[in-house]
């Protein structure tokens, strides 16, 4: 699972840096892209809560009146997972807005800074994150 989340980590940083380059040349335009790649990963990163959304809907679906402890088994998981993915959402997508939104005055020193970040966590991640197996070192 670790090794799962860090390649899609690195994906991730991959997609943000060429949307980061693409967004450089359409200044004008830059919160488009943004958006997109943002409502792209957050859609990534709820994909796990899915599946106990569809179980609650099969079971309420087939039993006319669920048990309680159903719904509110459903509603307190999405709640533990749904409120601090939320506040991380929100604050992902301000920062890449606040990005864009220099890029549209024309101020490059925060995409600048960005850029760094991501080259610098991609150069990070071959190496410390993803781990060979002890067959590919021979």
């Known amino acids: 699972m670790k090794n799962l989340l860090s390649k899609l980590h690195h994906i991730r940083w991959k997609s943000e840096l060429y949307i980061l380059r693409f967004s450089r040349k359409l200044w004008l335009l830059a919160p488009m892209p943004i958006f997109l790649m943002i409502f792209f990963w957050v859609f990534v990163y709820a994909l796990p809560i899915l599946p106990l959304s569809i179980f609650t809907i099969v079971i309420m679906e087939n039993d006319p009146q669920p048990a309680l ?49 991501l080259r610098e966590k991609l150069s990070l991640i071959p190496t410390t994150a993803i781990p060979q197996s002890p067959a590919h070192r021979a």
Not at 89 to 105: D, E, N, P, Q
């Open 69 to 117: 402890w159903v719904i509110f088994a459903n509603a307190t998981i999405q709640l533990l997972i749904g409120l601090p993915a939320t506040i991380i959402g929100f604050v992902y997508s301000v920062k890449w807005y606040i990005v864009a939104a220099s890029l549209m005055f024309g101020k490059t020193q925060i995409a600048d800074r960005k850029e760094a970040f």
